[in-house]
């Protein structure tokens, strides 16, 4: 998913004062952080290439090299998820095994993905406006992009392509129940803009769209985008020690800045999405940043006396990481 700029970066110093959409890649397999947040500076014009900024996905023009690196990047990350992922994401891959080998076609995949939730993945050329991006995913529009990184940059990528946007993302869109939280989350946004509050409402994307995680009957599962799609905090956001899990609180979220150079310090845990969905639907969210307006941020690592800890880190990765 993207609207406006994604910055590459590994371990640089927060550009977030002139772009406030970023991402972050680092040199593992996969290995992405990025938030997909508002505003171009008013120095970077950009004239749409279509009133809705969708472009056509052109799959004819796709070589036998890049069908062959989706394969290869298909093949490894989804052997490393069984046992790691919510299973709703997994039974979700089965909407990406299409009839043909390699990049989906965006016309077989919303065939598909429409059948089963009604949504339908859009392509653009990379830049999307906040009001233009909360409307396609009101009305069950993903924007992904189109292009997909060359052989020889696996482990490394200066931008999101088409396999961190669709293996990323298009999987729980195929959940009824996610999918339509993220329309939820869009028509949120739509409202937001009128709030001034984008800042506070990325948080909530970011710990679930991007780095949540699952509670389940058989221990914690991961359903983020930018987990599943990270060989690295695949296994960090559940192994590691380090960091911090916390049970979901929609307020709590919000107040919670992220990490955007590393592994996240702090990871929220979601009890259900159906539960997720509910707490979106019912808040009524004028008063809420109206409260988030007046209170403090919270450290990353705060761990607060009502919070439901799960994990409580040691933080030592974050503390290595200040040291070198």
């Keep these: ?43 970077e014009p950009t004239l749409p290439p279509s009133p809705d900024w969708t472009i056509p996905q052109d799959w004819a023009r796709y070589t036998a090299e890049d069908h062959a690196t989706w394969d290869r990047l298909f093949a490894r990350q989804s052997a490393l998820l069984p046992g790691r992922v919510a299973p709703e994401f997994l039974a979700g891959l089965d909407i990406l095994r299409l009839s043909k080998p390699g ?26 406006p906040d009001a233009i991006f909360f409307d396609h995913l009101a009305n069950r529009r993903f924007v992904a992009g189109r ?34 939280y993220i329309q939820a989350y869009g028509q949120g946004g739509l409202r937001s803009l009128d709030f001034g509050a984008l800042d506070k409402l990325a948080r909530l994307y970011w710990y679930t769209v991007e780095f949540g995680l699952l509670k ?21 956001a559940l192994d590691d020690p380090s960091p911090n899990r916390i049970g979901f609180d929609l307020e709590r979220v919000m107040r919670t800045p992220y990490r955007i150079d590393d592994y996240q310090q702090t990871y929220f845990v979601v009890d259900s999405f159906e539960k997720l969905l509910r707490q979106t639907q019912e808040t009524d969210f004028a008063p809420l940043y109206a409260r988030l307006a007046e209170a403090p941020d919270l450290a990353i690592t705060d761990i607060l006396p009502d919070d439901a ?4 880190g040691t933080q030592d990765y974050a503390r290595s990481l200040a040291k070198a």
């Design 1 to 43: 998913m993207r609207n406006k700029t994604e910055m590459a970066r590994s371990r640089k110093p927060c550009l977030a004062a002139q772009h406030t959409q970023f991402a972050v890649w680092r040199g593992d397999f996969g290995d992405l952080r990025y938030i997909r947040r508002m505003a171009l500076p008013d120095s």
């Design 103 to 128: 990049i989906p076609d965006f016309a077989e995949l919303n065939d598909r993905l429409g059948a089963a939730t009604g949504w339908q993945v859009v392509a653009v050329p990379g830049l999307v």
């Design 147 to 180: 292009f997909i990184r060359k052989p020889d940059q696996l482990d490394y990528l200066e931008e999101p392509d088409i396999f961190h946007d669709v293996f990323g993302h298009v999987p729980m869109l195929a959940h009824p129940v996610f999918a339509d």
């Design 309 to 312: 800890v799960i994990t409580r």
């Design 216 to 236: 389940t009957a058989d221990g914690l599962r991961l359903y983020g985008a930018g987990i599943v799609s990270s060989r690295g905090e695949s296994l960090f």
